[in-house]
């Protein structure tokens, strides 16, 4: 089920931000998107790895999460002055509050949703998710998306992936970001 939380005047919504666990869809929906809005794509990730040199699973094998969400917090506030950008951004990334209220200041932020067979299924075969580095994955799936649950709920808008095709929901966030801004 999709939600839409009404949202305050105040705003100067100018971006589109894509939060959610991995597998949600956040970098193939966001280049749908900004292709379909024409932005400019934005993936946090890889703006680390960019400015780093190194590998997300580097840094978190080298430097531990900590260090990881530090290099986060910077990359976002970096984007708060960028205009017609759709950052997609890491899993973690909205568990950090201020984070969420960078984005917020910005962008409308919207959360993909998807159930956690879902994830796995989706992520099963990739090798570059440090935190599915672990014993029992499906376990570590369950137990990060209970912990991350509030802060995804805290989204302008939730949308569920589990039954929809990337291009499904890439039009579902167009038009949420679409409805937003005549409404405001």
Aim: contains cysteine.
């Amino acid at each position: 089920m999709d939600y839409f939380l009404p949202m305050h005047n105040d705003r100067n919504i100018v971006n589109l931000a894509l939060i959610g666990f991995m597998g949600t869809g956040k970098t193939s929906v966001g280049r749908l998107v900004a292709e379909q809005m024409n932005f400019e794509f934005l993936d946090t990730d890889e703006l680390i790895q960019t400015a780093t040199g190194r590998t997300i699973a580097d840094i978190f094998a080298q430097d531990g999460e900590p260090a990881f969400r530090t290099l986060e917090q910077r990359v976002v506030a970096e984007l708060a002055g960028r205009q017609k950008t759709l950052i997609s951004t890491g899993g973690g990334l909205p568990t950090h509050l201020p984070n969420l209220t960078s984005l917020k200041q910005h962008a409308l932020v919207v959360c993909l949703w998807a159930s956690p067979e879902k994830i796995w299924e989706r992520v099963c075969h990739q090798s570059h998710r440090p935190l599915l580095h672990n014993p029992d994955p499906r376990a570590k799936i369950r137990d990060l998306l209970a912990v991350r649950e509030p802060f995804y709920k805290q989204a302008d808008v939730l949308v569920n992936t589990d039954l929809r095709t990337m291009r499904e929901v890439a039009h579902q966030v167009a038009h949420q970001y679409r409805f937003a801004l005549s409404h405001r």
